[in-house]
């Protein structure tokens, strides 16, 4: 019995011990947070004089520079709601499909929380927004305190210590040091786009800290509960998944010759794009008599003809999925789900590299050819690329071609079929949106078929993204496993 009990006090000595200085900071930064708080309400007049002049001062040095100006809304985006949720979210999905579901919990609690507290502290204080010679950017609400550096310090600390475990050691002192300098850039540009006070800013930090202390206690006592070692902050939550929230620790190396794929893929741009300027050419100009200049000239006419209010409104929607936001959208859901359940780079660089290429050959080939709209009506107004090839339906195309080519070599479930039909339902459907509404010839379909074949189809030539399947390897979670995992989310959600 005593040798347990030494066995229970070894733990519970090394956590106290570890854990004294840092409760000691926590409640520091709550008392400070307090004390900060009260002056607020009162109009503190120091603090007023304070928090006034620096706003003011900082108009005055950043309002005239408009490239300054980009560049911190930028930055300040890094702690927006929309990021932060991404960011969350992906991490948690991740940690569920590899079976960390106490390190999810941690991230959803810890996450759940600052959202809680941004609004009520706001609504409890009542504090106005700056009011600047020079407004740069307009936000509704109250100010104290800064929901973006709340946010920022939270997300990326708790995201920090969850993940720390992967990080090689020599690299967990820049890996503090990095998410830090995020957290202070992200407050000062909140400070200097004139949207919050220096107090709501240093407010949000003490109550981040305050918040993230507390949550990362809970976790140390939880572990201690069940007779685990209390790690060092250093070490991160949980040392004993470091393989496990690795991003992808079985890849030995992404590309076998990386120097040559670069090469083939520069040469392939090259060819890619003189085929596109080529056709593009042809069609926009030289295609006079033809059957293609009829149907350039009779397919926009008809569909303008043939307008109603019911279809203006369903094209523009279904015309939306093929814009930058759904893209983008669609790649930073899958793209972290291939690294969550298979473990490799090589995917989301095939998809990564998808969209670039797509993009890159868009634009150059657009302002090459430089082909006017269809003689019609347009719904969307005036656009900054000309007509060919069309962006949206090219991006559609090898985003869903992306994602279909990685994803049916890699499962046997009947759903893979789904991801096929996407590949050819929805860049007919952006298609068809984009001629109705005037924005496109048929041509500009054919160069971006042109655009997405030629280009997908070097990039699983160089690539190859799906090599560790045919090499033996197996998903995270198998495909007979999935009820598995139902059970597993459920029993994450419970407390």
Known sequence: MSAVKEVWRRPLGHFTERTLTGLVLVLGAGVGFGLLLALVRAEWAPLYDVDHGVAAWLNDLVAPHGPLVTVLTALTGLGGRTVIIWLVSVAVIGLLIRRQGRLAVFLVVTGLGALILDPALKALVGRLRPEVAVPIGVYAGNSFPSGHALGSFVAYGALLLVFLPATPRRWRGPAFALVATLIVFVGLTRIALGVHFLSDVLGAWLLGAAWLGVTGYAFRLWRLERGRRVPALTEGLEPEAAHEVAPAPDEAHLLPHPRAAVFELVVGWVLVLGVLYGFGMFVSYHAGGTFLATLDTEVPRWFAEHRTPAGDGFSYWWSKAGDTHAILLISLVFCPLVLAVWRRWRPVLFVALAM?????????????????????????????????????????????????????????????????????????????????????????????????????GLLYWVVRPNADVYEGNRPAIESEQVDELDDELARAARP
Request: charged share 10%; glycine share 8%.
């Open 356 to 456: 670039f290429g797509e993009l890159s050959l868009f634009l150059t080939a657009a302002a090459a050819v430089d082909r006017p709209r269809p003689p019609v009506g347009n719904l969307d107004g005036p656009m900054p690329t000309s007509s060919f090839p069309s962006g949206h339906i090219a991006a559609t195309i090898c985003v869903w071609a992306a994602v279909t080519l990685v994803v049916f070599p890699r499962t046997d479930r009947w759903w893979r079929w789904l991801f096929l039909a996407l590949a050819v339902v929805m860049p007919a459907g952006v298609a068809v949106s984009r001629m109705y509404r005037g924005m496109h010839h048929p041509t500009d379909f054919m160069g971006a078929i042109l655009l997405g074949g030629l280009w997908i």
